[in-house]
């Protein structure tokens, strides 16, 4: 999947993805040679496992509606490779009509399926630095799910809207999910606070102890762990 805006254009003779827009070129490393790349790997992975020899099948789907996509005349056959993605359902649809004989037993797809569970290793990477954001430019306090964008208060243990009247127990945790995918997996009543947008160390420590999370030190001191992996 890439999500590119503006024009592309797919440079067979140096291996490049060129992008324009608003007149201005930037070049990517080629999603052709990502994807072989990776075919590549996963073949060597089964085999590695003792699976049997598969077909493997790839596409490169362009997910912005909008982009134009180019490339040489004598590219032609990069249409059965680079797809918007509209036209995914019927590749797939394509595709598994093209394989007429299955290589795997129903006992080796799911031998496949708990060998890779086993061998997944999560991404370990700051999603804030990704993209050259820091805290700040986060925005904090709790959002309404109805409104979208209003930011709730709390009065009395409960959230509130004052936009669409929503009242709610629970709305913090969608605020707390996002901070242990932005910022970790610990967080302090302070931090809470300032996260959430509320000034109350006992309202804090409240909502801290509603989610039965493990800790470590005591009084100023203590540190909760998040878990929203499940």
């Not at 127990?169 to 300032?194: C, E, M, V, W």
Request: hydrophobic share 35%; proline share 3%; charged share 25%.
């Amino acid at each position: 999947m890439k999500n590119i805006a503006g024009s592309i254009y797919f440079d067979p003779h140096f291996n490049q993805l060129i992008r324009t827009i608003e007149g201005k070129e930037t070049a990517f490393p080629d999603p052709v040679i990502q994807v072989s790349r990776q075919e590549s790997q996963l073949t060597i992975w089964f085999l590695k496992n003792d699976f049997p020899s598969l077909p493997i099948l790839s596409l490169i789907v362009i997910s912005n509606p909008q982009t134009i996509i180019r490339t040489a005349l004598e590219n032609h056959e990069l249409h059965y490779k680079v797809i918007h993605r509209d036209a995914l359902p019927d590749k797939i649809n394509q595709m598994e009509h093209s394989i007429t004989e299955s290589s795997f037993s129903e006992k080796d797809l799911k031998k496949a399926i708990r060998v890779m569970n086993k061998h997944h290793i999560d991404a370990d990477f700051s999603i804030l630095e990704r993209y050259n954001l820091t805290e700040k430019d986060l925005i904090k306090g709790v959002i309404c799910e109805n409104c979208k964008g209003n930011k709730l208060f709390r009065r009395h243990g409960t959230w509130l809207c004052n936009q669409c009247q929503l009242s709610s127990k629970k709305a913090h945790i969608p605020a707390l999910r996002d901070y242990f995918y932005l910022l970790g997996s610990t967080i302090t009543n302070r931090q809470l606070r300032n996260f959430l947008n509320i000034s109350s160390s006992s309202s804090a420590t409240r909502i801290l102890k509603s989610l039965n999370l493990t800790s470590s030190g005591a009084n100023k001191g203590r540190v909760y762990r998040l878990n929203f992996d499940e």
